[in-house]
């Protein structure tokens, strides 16, 4: 993971390490979930500069971090369920309103890009399971195991005791210790703005570790685990699925920011709102909200510490930045 280099600020935003006085930043073209939205940034950000569009952006971007074995929680590498088996969630949204998503898809890394296949090239918006699996060959992706030797060794260990429950992620990158020193899912969300100024959205994880056979979070669900309006700005979500499904977090966020409110604001409103409804069935989980209105303005928030989100701008500048949370 890259080292930090923002440090919390009110709202969510950053200040630059060893500056004397706060710094307004430059508006932001993509933002993304976690430490490792630093390298998803960066190919987004390619490809806005060679003139692709806001979906080529994040769609560039979530393949990144798909297909890097060494990250637990999202493709290639992701950690399997309880029954060993890694299945993949993702959806994209786009300046358009078009919608594609696949939940519990197997043998494909590139989630992201097979559910913007089915928003370019079906009827629907969502596959599943083997229909998922089965389009996503038709149309020429590859098949593989998903399930790296360093996963299934974390799926064997966990079998020792079978004890599952969400976790608050640590401070490595946003990742939950599990059982056995292993490393728990998160999700990558990704926001971008293309030289068109038209924005777009993706969400791709492997979900929940040790997660039940057929379970599906919040990440291929539009207007849960990601949302765009842009007339607005776009919203996403990562943490424990369940909790962000129940007020419906990405959505909610894009209609307060229709209101008036900033994008750290229209964030915390809705994990307040989470808390409210859920009180201390929450106070163990994580759940985090990150925004980016149509003039670039980013914000997050967080149920727990630790939350952390890629900012870029046009000139190629990322800064890593740790959000507010409610249960600091």
């Not at 369940?242 to 604001?265: C, F, I, K, L, Q």
């Given at each position: 993971?890259?080292?930090?280099?923002?440090?919390?600020a009110?709202?969510g935003?950053?200040?630059?390490?060893?500056?004397?006085?706060?710094?307004?930043?430059?508006?932001?073209?993509?933002?993304?979930?976690?430490?490792?939205?630093?390298?998803?940034n960066?190919?987004?950000?390619?490809?806005?500069?060679?003139?692709?569009?806001?979906?080529?952006?994040?769609?560039?971007?979530?393949?990144?971090?798909?297909?890097?074995?060494?990250?637990?929680?999202?493709?290639?590498?992701?950690?399997?369920?309880?029954?060993?088996?890694?299945?993949?969630?993702?959806?994209?949204?786009?300046?358009?309103?078009?919608i594609?998503?696949?939940?519990?898809?197997?043998?494909?890394?590139?989630?992201?890009?097979?559910?913007?296949?089915?928003?370019?090239?079906?009827?629907?918006?969502?596959?599943?399971?083997?229909?998922?699996?089965?389009?996503?060959?038709?149309?020429?992706?590859?098949t593989?195991?998903?399930?790296?030797?360093?996963?299934?060794?974390?799926?064997?260990?966990?079998?020792?005791?079978?004890?599952?429950?969400?976790r608050?992620?640590?401070?490595n990158?946003?990742?939950?210790?599990?059982?056995?020193?292993?490393?728990?899912?998160?999700?990558?969300g990704?926001?971008?703005?293309?030289?068109?100024g038209?924005?777009?959205?993706?969400?791709?994880?492997?979900?929940?570790?040790?997660?039940?056979?057929?379970?599906?979070?919040?990440?291929?669900?539009?207007?849960?685990?990601?949302?765009?309006?842009?007339?607005?700005?776009?919203?996403?979500?990562?943490?424990?699925?369940?909790?962000?499904?129940?007020?419906?977090?990405?959505?909610?966020?894009?209609?307060?920011?229709?209101?008036?409110?900033?994008?750290?604001?229209?964030?915390?409103?809705?994990?307040?709102?989470?808390?409210?409804l859920?009180?201390?069935?929450?106070?163990?989980?994580?759940?985090?909200?990150?925004?980016?209105?149509?003039?670039?303005r980013?914000?997050?928030?967080?149920?727990?510490?630790?939350?952390?989100?890629?900012?870029?701008?046009?000139?190629?500048?990322?800064?890593?930045v740790?959000?507010?949370?409610?249960?600091?």
């Amino acid at each position: 993971m890259a080292t930090r280099r923002g440090l919390l600020a009110a709202g969510g935003l950053a200040t630059v390490a060893g500056s004397a006085r706060a710094q307004t930043p430059s508006p932001a073209v993509m933002v993304s979930t976690w430490d490792f939205g630093r390298a998803a940034n960066a190919a987004g950000l390619e490809r806005r500069r060679a003139g692709g569009s806001a979906l080529d952006m994040v769609e560039a971007g979530g393949r990144v971090v798909e297909a890097d074995g060494g990250n637990g929680s999202v493709g290639f590498g992701g950690m399997p369920d309880r029954d060993g088996r890694v299945t993949l969630d993702a959806c994209v949204m786009d300046w358009a309103g078009g919608i594609g998503a696949v939940a519990a898809l197997e043998d494909v890394v590139h989630a992201v890009s097979v559910a913007r296949a089915v928003m370019e090239k079906t009827p629907h918006w969502m596959l599943v399971g083997t229909g998922a699996r089965e389009f996503a060959v038709a149309q020429g992706f590859p098949t593989q195991s998903l399930l790296t030797p360093e996963a299934e060794a974390a799926w064997r260990r966990w079998l020792e005791t079978s004890e599952y429950a969400p976790r608050p992620n640590s401070e490595n990158g946003g990742w939950a210790s599990m059982p056995g020193g292993e490393n728990n899912h998160d999700t990558i969300g990704l926001l971008a703005l293309d030289q068109a100024g038209r924005m777009a959205g993706a969400c791709t994880t492997s979900g929940m570790a040790f997660k039940m056979r057929g379970r599906v979070g919040d990440s291929p669900i539009v207007g849960a685990g990601l949302f765009v309006d842009d007339a607005v700005g776009g919203a996403t979500a990562t943490g424990v699925g369940e909790d962000v499904v129940r007020v419906a977090g990405s959505h909610a966020v894009v209609e307060a920011m229709r209101h008036g409110m900033d994008p750290a604001a229209a964030c915390r409103s809705v994990i307040e709102r989470l808390a409210r409804l859920r009180g201390t069935q929450v106070a163990g989980h994580q759940v985090a909200l990150l925004a980016l209105d149509k003039a670039g303005r980013a914000g997050g928030f967080a149920l727990q510490p630790g939350f952390t989100y890629a900012v870029t701008d046009a000139a190629g500048e990322t800064r890593i930045v740790r959000a507010g949370a409610l249960f600091a």
